[in-house]
């Protein structure tokens, strides 16, 4: 069907098969990849050693790293816990503090976690949400359905960058746990 779309620089979300369709870099990251993520550590740790679920999907569409340009990536993060607490992306700050982000929420429930000092926001996200990530702000995402994935498109500027580390000195401050059939916000690290 896509072909039939002009030629030109284009992406689409393939609905069928939860992908970018035309993305030209991948990313998955498993239980093995999220060391210090979830507050139960030894047991991401040996389930890890176990099954190594994979944890979240990353197709990427690239374009040059200079000003003025977009990226974008849809990501299928799916559902599961460690011990209770949901799985989620790992989540980062932009290197550049001039750098906002979108967020478009294409399917399943979850939730953004925004973090700048010690100030913690979030976002509820379902189909259709479109959400948006001030600049400066770390962001994070968290499927709060064990139903199926929360799967979303982002758009961010070409020279943003991507800061995993920082996480660490100004971590989230709230975590995201199975409660009954919904979810509960506690405090984070
Ligand atoms: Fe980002």
């Known amino acids: 069907m896509y072909e039939k779309i002009p030629a030109g620089f284009f992406t689409a979300f393939d609905r069928q098969n939860s992908l970018l369709y035309n993305a030209d870099d991948y990313e998955e990251r498993k239980l093995s990849d999220l060391q210090g993520c979830?507050?139960?550590?030894?047991?991401r740790h040996q389930m890890a050693l176990q099954e190594n679920k994979t944890v979240y999907r990353v197709y990427k569409k690239t374009a040059p790293l200079v000003a003025g340009e977009l990226l974008q990536a849809v990501t299928v993060l799916f559902p599961g816990t460690v011990?209770?607490?949901f799985f989620m992306t790992r989540g980062h700050y932009h290197i550049h503090p001039k750098c906002a982000e979108i967020f478009f929420c294409l399917g399943g429930r979850g939730l953004l976690l925004l973090q700048k000092g010690n100030e913690t926001k979030w976002v509820e996200m379902k189909p259709d949400v479109i959400a948006y990530i001030p600049a400066g702000w770390g962001h994070r995402?968290?499927?709060?359905?064990?139903?199926?994935?929360?799967?979303f498109i982002a758009f961010w500027p070409a020279v943003a960058g991507q800061n995993y580390q920082r996480r660490l000195k100004e971590p989230f401050g709230k975590r995201v746990f199975q409660a009954?059939?919904?979810y509960v916000i506690g405090d984070g690290d």
């Open 38 to 43: 979830f507050v139960a550590e030894e047991i």
């Open 83 to 85: 011990n209770g607490e």
């Open 141 to 151: 995402t968290v499927n709060t359905s064990l139903a199926g994935p929360l799967v």
């Open 180 to 182: 009954d059939r919904s």
